[in-house]
């Protein structure tokens, strides 16, 4: 019996489909096959049940998307696949049940006589962009699978997002979106007799704004110099060697120890790990005698998994390194925090210490930071945590979902603190913000650290979680999105990949200079090492980020007003 499906139906399958292939996956990314779902979602407005349809679009998109989440539970929380599948469902549910809210208010919108479809898409245009930022912080947020951040694979559609933003430039792609989608509509139903003016208005609109992306990315492009920060300093393995790199700015290895999460957290591979982090740092120092060194190395979030403040033979080790190296060393690791002292002036009146942990501490997913002479500089903890993996809500907090926290636990968010200060060969001070793995999909808190100085973001993340899976190119790409909103430079490290670089432009630099979706330095042994340009400059989109939300809500209500007034 065959199945006839209805234009509704082909709507909501073109949605599903488009953000799927147009988001990062295993099988072909194109990103402006992006722009089918808020097109769809904008036709389905016109349709019956908006919400609904738009609901399920979004869900049935959004969970292909995010499948490799059913992966994660599967292989380390220890689910069999029939309650694993349904865990990629959940956050498919979450994301597409704002297509359903954008299908329903956007069909209540009745644009008034003259330019209707441009009042129209102004509204889609204002409502995309108000709702993901609205998913940003709402239930904790889950900013993931942005409209923008799925073109970052192209650098000269996102360099919008120096003035509007991640989610401004998604919001003015929907728009853009929904207006297509409108004008092909109305040729196809013959709706253009006696409204020429207004379709041809409207079509001239619609190029004037992909010229205006278009032109203004290349223009971005050709301002922000080229600076190639693995100039002569490939990505070096287990089995290869580094060479010099060019001078100026600050020069960062980024080492990938490409430790297995089924050890990472048990305490008779502590030696180990230490071994093969200290033991891939000393070879991004190969060749280097007569050259420019690394000023900085990195390892990823937690990559030693022990309590580091607590001292012994394995911290010692830490500061040994850096000490004979005269390098500066920024490593992620679990901390012990008495609750009523967060600064680390000590722990808390009375507070135990029971087998290596502190009781009545918080624990902390932290970023240390030791300078050239082995010394403890500063540290930053995580303020965003992933729920699930790092904490369990109150509300479901079961013994079921124990197995997907990390070794040591669930952690506490941490307080907020100012950029660390490194020192480049040279002795300039250079200031980094630091997003740990998480944050880094989160514009606000990108946008704290360049306020308070920041003039180089520093990712660090463990992706390993994933395996080869889409979910490091998608986690890449939104932390790219960052680079662009700041005008910095970011540099990102990760445990298993993906490891890269990427300039205020976007542009970006991987291991072996492979496309972030190839596979290429997924789960190896190795490091990259590049030189980094600190920025001063700020944005547009820094200076408007916080008046956004509030223009973008007067204008829907300014279109949504004039749309309902008749005309005499």
Request: aromatic fraction near 12%; glycine fraction near 12%.
């Amino acid at each position: 019996m065959a199945i006839r499906l209805s234009f509704a139906h082909w709507l909501m399958l073109i949605g599903a489909v488009g953000l799927f292939f147009g988001n990062a996956n295993p099988v072909a990314h194109v990103p402006f096959v992006a722009l089918a779902y808020p097109a769809c979602l904008g036709l389905l407005a016109r349709e019956e049940h908006p919400f609904r349809r738009g609901w399920l679009c979004g869900l049935a998109g959004a969970a292909a998307a995010l499948y490799w989440i059913s992966w994660a539970v599967h292989d380390y929380g220890g689910f069999p696949w029939l309650l694993a599948m349904p865990c990629a469902v959940l956050p498919g549910a979450w994301v597409g049940l704002w297509g359903g809210v954008f299908c329903f208010c956007l069909s209540r919108f009745c644009p008034a006589p003259g330019f209707g479809l441009l009042r129209r898409a102004a509204a889609a245009g204002l409502l995309w962009y108000l709702l993901e930022w609205t998913r940003g912080w709402f239930a904790t947020g889950f900013p993931w699978l942005t409209l923008a951040s799925a073109q970052a694979r192209w650098p000269l559609l996102i360099q919008g997002a120096s003035v509007l933003g991640d989610y401004g430039l998604s919001g003015l792609f929907a728009g853009m979106a929904c207006l297509l989608a409108d004008i092909v509509r109305s040729m196809l139903k013959g709706e253009w007799a006696g409204r020429g003016r207004e379709y041809a208005v409207s079509t001239g609109v619609l190029m004037l704004l992909a010229a205006c992306i278009a032109g203004f990315g290349v223009r971005r492009l050709e301002v922000l110099p080229l600076h190639d920060p693995l100039a002569g300093i490939p990505a070096g393995t287990a089995s290869g060697e580094a060479v010099p790199g060019e001078s100026g700015g600050l020069t960062i290895a980024l080492v990938q120890g490409n430790v297995s999460q089924d050890i990472k957290w048990v305490s008779s591979f502590q030696e180990s790990t230490v071994d093969k982090y200290l033991g891939l740092s000393r070879m991004t120092f190969a060749a280097r005698e007569d050259a420019e060194r690394p000023d900085l190395v990195v390892w990823p979030e937690t990559a030693m998994p022990f309590y580091f403040q607590l001292g012994g033979e394995l911290p010692a080790r830490l500061r040994e390194f850096a000490r004979d190296r005269a390098v500066w060393l920024l490593f992620g690791g679990p901390a012990r925090e008495a609750e009523a002292d967060v600064s680390g002036n000590g722990m808390k009146e009375g507070a135990a210490r029971e087998g290596g942990k502190t009781a009545d501490a918080a624990l902390r997913n932290r970023a240390f930071l030791l300078d050239s002479f082995g010394v403890p500089a500063g540290h930053y903890d995580k303020r965003h945590l992933v729920p699930f993996g790092e904490y369990i809500p109150p509300f479901l907090d079961l013994p079921l979902f124990e197995p997907l926290l990390q070794g040591v636990g669930g952690f506490s968010p941490g307080e907020e603190h100012s950029p660390l200060t490194v020192r480049n060969g040279k002795g300039e001070r250079v200031r980094l913000g630091v997003l740990i793995c998480y944050e880094a999909i989160f514009p606000e808190i990108a946008r704290e650290h360049v306020a308070a100085g920041a003039e180089v973001l520093l990712n660090i993340s463990n992706d390993g979680w994933y395996g080869k899976s889409s979910a490091p190119a998608q986690h890449l790409y939104l932390s790219v999105m960052r680079a662009v909103e700041q005008r910095r430079w970011l540099a990102r490290g990760t445990n298993t990949g993906l490891t890269a670089f990427a300039d205020p432009a976007g542009r970006l630099w991987t291991m072996g200079a492979a496309d972030p979706e190839s596979g290429v330095g997924l789960f190896e042994d190795a490091w990259l090492t590049g030189n980094v340009r600190p920025e001063t400059q700020r944005s547009m989109y820094f200076r408007l980020h916080p008046w956004l939300p509030a223009l973008a809500l007067a204008m829907l209500l300014l279109v949504s007003f004039s749309a309902r007034v008749k005309r005499p």
